[in-house]
């Protein structure tokens, strides 16, 4: 069996696809840039089971003050991606 790493490798397709799933949205309508709020209808329990399951997939731990830039898939990714480095 493989060694298994701590961090989680980010991949913008496999989250393009889980933020999909949680929002049961097509995933063509969850570009790069398009606002979870504004664009995509997210409320704040949506927001919230977005954050759950990033932080199940992902192993990390997001803090309140992170929340806000969990916005759009960007503004997500980039969060994770940090998060994951310093992980390391």
């Known amino acids: 069996m493989p060694e298994t790493t701590t961090a ?9 696809d889980l933020v999909a799933d949680v929002l049961d949205l097509d995933v063509a309508e969850v570009t790069d ?10 409320d704040s329990l949506m927001a919230l089971e977005i954050t759950v399951r990033l932080e199940k997939e992902y192993g990390v731990r997001l ?6 830039s969990i ?10 991606d ?3 480095r310093d992980a390391r």
């Open 8 to 16: 989680a490798v980010l991949d913008k397709e496999q989250l393009r």
């Open 33 to 42: 840039d398009a606002d979870f709020m504004e664009d995509l209808d997210v």
């Open 63 to 68: 803090a309140e003050a992170e929340l806000t």
């Open 71 to 80: 916005t759009s898939l960007r503004g997500t990714y980039d969060l994770l």
């Open 82 to 84: 940090r998060k994951l």
